[in-house]
């Protein structure tokens, strides 16, 4: 009852963020929350859920961007250029799942981050195809059901939707028989094996899922700053994306949102007032790993559990010594 | 005796450059418990990974059900109804005991009469169905043991491979398992049992197999093989 409540309350300060918010900076900030969050959630199903860490994920954000971008530039709707990004993404994901899982670990790591790093050499010296540095902008943002999304309130509700589908499909998954055969194959991948389960299948089809939203929050970014430019792709990007699944949590719904909250507040607000930001979220960073280090949502769990534990057992003590 | 449901023929297999198992040869007839013996380093584990096909053999072969079997990954001897309670559990840790039941959860063809699904392991198993919602990684070990058990039975198996099942368990609990391995074996599955302990072993087998140094050196049933009559020592270096 009282998680029900606090997810209602919860929903609520979301949805009317826009009335409360005052200033449209502050409510562009949350939509980026919400798009980073996506796309951390998306690398969550492979870091957390998976035991896979990739360190090359903003190549698949950011061939959403571009397949976007070009079939727009093109004169197709969006509709198509929705579904083209989508396809696109899943066929490079498929790329990325196909010659990234022959090895596992460091080889992993260092699989998806040559892949990306590939496409972002494309991105910015094939200048014909992508226009280099210069990147491509978009003339508009969709209306979906004649809705225009041009203020920032609107453009927020509309990645709130899609950011609360996202973690409705990504809790379903968790739980759902493929979610747990993956954690499976991450705990024991060998005792997987013989229980009967194809472990490379199950590993590809979960790069494929999370590739798949990692679509989702690239295409947002992409209508959001309605310009792509090859720093989508950039290893900075990539890091950037995988410190907010590490320092929120990895394998937890909230960990990733958290960890984009707290990277995309650090980047654009504490900036303003901090020249070396960059500094100040290394520090932070580092932090949590020494006094946190299975990262802050779980960290605050196991810090209330003990607050709680605490108070209890003063409570007791001060009980018995009154009777 | 029944036919045989799992054969190893002359299997020499290696980690690495180290042959481990040499020339092995013995089979497991339907229905009955065979106990696999030998110390430390013998080459039991070694050979109930080839038995699972998480390690091929470099040399001999293996037969399931009659038919011989070369190369063969584990997930399709597992489809063929082989299923190995590993050494040290191996239990999917960050899971649910309720997630790591339902994840090896099957109904295959040759499923019998009393299918083992979730109701009947939780019969079976009482503790695990209090349990159900924990986190497999905060049981005790006897628990976790039980759950490494109660998970390979939820595939239906025909052949079941248990390796060392009683290992760094209290001796209550160790009763415990034995118990229950000889209620899978009166239900008529055949099994193989690793152990170190021989007098665990020659209670509840039918059949005996003595490894020593990668090497066959005895088998028999466990009948002939009375371990009053037998100087163990010999074989085990150990008593």
């Known amino acids: ?323 | 005796m029944g036919s045989n449901v799992l054969a190893l023929d002359g299997v020499s297999a290696y980690y690495g450059d180290s042959l481990v198992l040499q020339e092995v040869s013995f089979s497991l007839g339907e229905g009955r418990l065979l106990g696999l013996l030998g110390r430390n380093g013998a080459g039991k584990s070694t050979c109930m990974n080839v038995a699972a096909g998480l390690l091929s053999p470099r040399n001999g072969h293996l037969e399931f059900f009659g038919e011989t079997v070369t190369e063969i990954k584990p997930e399709e001897l597992a489809h063929l109804g082989v299923s190995l309670v590993p050494q040290e559990r191996r239990i999917f840790k960050s899971l649910t005991v309720y997630e790591n039941l339902a994840v090896a959860a099957r109904q295959p063809p040759w499923t019998h009469r009393d299918p083992w699904e979730f109701s009947t392991v939780f019969a079976a198993f009482p503790r695990l169905g209090e349990r159900h919602k924990q986190v497999a990684g905060s049981l005790s070990g006897g628990e976790q043991q039980m759950l490494a058990i109660a998970r390979a039975l939820m595939s239906n198996p025909r052949i079941l491979l248990m390796d060392e099942p009683s290992e760094g368990l209290a001796p209550q609990i160790v009763m415990e398992v034995i118990d229950t391995v000889s209620r899978l074996k009166e239900q008529g599955l055949s099994i193989i049992l690793v152990e170190q302990n021989p007098k665990l072993v020659f209670g509840i087998a039918d059949d005996i197999v003595i490894l020593n140094s990668g090497r066959v050196v005895l088998t028999g049933t466990a009948a002939d093989l009375n371990p009053k009559n037998l100087d163990l020592t010999e074989y085990l270096g150990i008593f």
């Open chain 1, 1 to 323: 009852m009282r998680e029900r409540c606090l997810i209602i309350v919860t929903l609520m300060s979301l949805v009317s963020l826009p009335l409360w918010m005052g200033s449209d900076y502050y409510i562009n900030i949350a939509s980026q929350i919400l798009i980073w969050a996506i796309f951390a959630l998306a690398l969550n199903v492979l870091v957390g859920w998976s035991g896979l860490v990739s360190l090359g994920h903003a190549g698949l954000f950011g061939m959403a961007c571009y397949t976007g971008a070009w079939l727009l530039e093109a004169g197709w709707g969006h509709f198509t250029a929705v579904l083209g990004a989508f396809a696109m993404t899943i066929l490079v994901s498929a790329i990325f799942g196909a010659l990234s899982l022959r090895t596992r670990g460091i080889g992993f790591i260092m699989i998806t981050l040559a892949i990306s790093q590939i496409l972002w050499g494309i991105a910015y010296r094939w200048i014909g195809l992508t226009n280099g540095d210069n990147g491509i902008i978009i003339s508009a943002r969709p209306t979906p059901f004649g809705i225009e999304m041009d203020t920032p309130g609107v453009f927020y509700i509309f990645t709130l939707i899609v950011f609360l589908l996202t973690m409705l499909i990504m809790a379903i998954f968790y739980q759902s028989p493929f979610g747990v055969s993956l954690r499976g194959t991450r705990d024991q991948s060998r005792r997987m094996s013989a229980l009967g389960f194809n472990v490379w299948l199950i590993r590809f089809f979960a790069i494929l899922f999370s590739g798949f939203f990692s679509g989702v929050a690239g295409l947002l970014f992409l209508y959001y700053h309605q310009y792509v430019s090859p720093h989508v792709l950039s290893l900075l990007n990539s890091a950037e994306v995988l410190l907010m699944v590490i320092s929120g949590g990895t394998g937890t719904l909230l960990g990733p949102v958290v960890g984009a909250g707290l990277v995309v507040v650090i980047k654009n607000v504490a900036s303003a007032y901090i020249e070396r930001w960059n500094m100040l979220l290394g520090v932070i960073f580092v932090a949590i790993v020494i006094f946190m280090p299975e990262g802050l949502v779980p960290g605050t769990q196991r810090l209330f559990r003990w607050v709680f534990s605490r108070i209890k057992s003063i409570g007791a003590a001060i009980k018995s010594e009154a009777s």
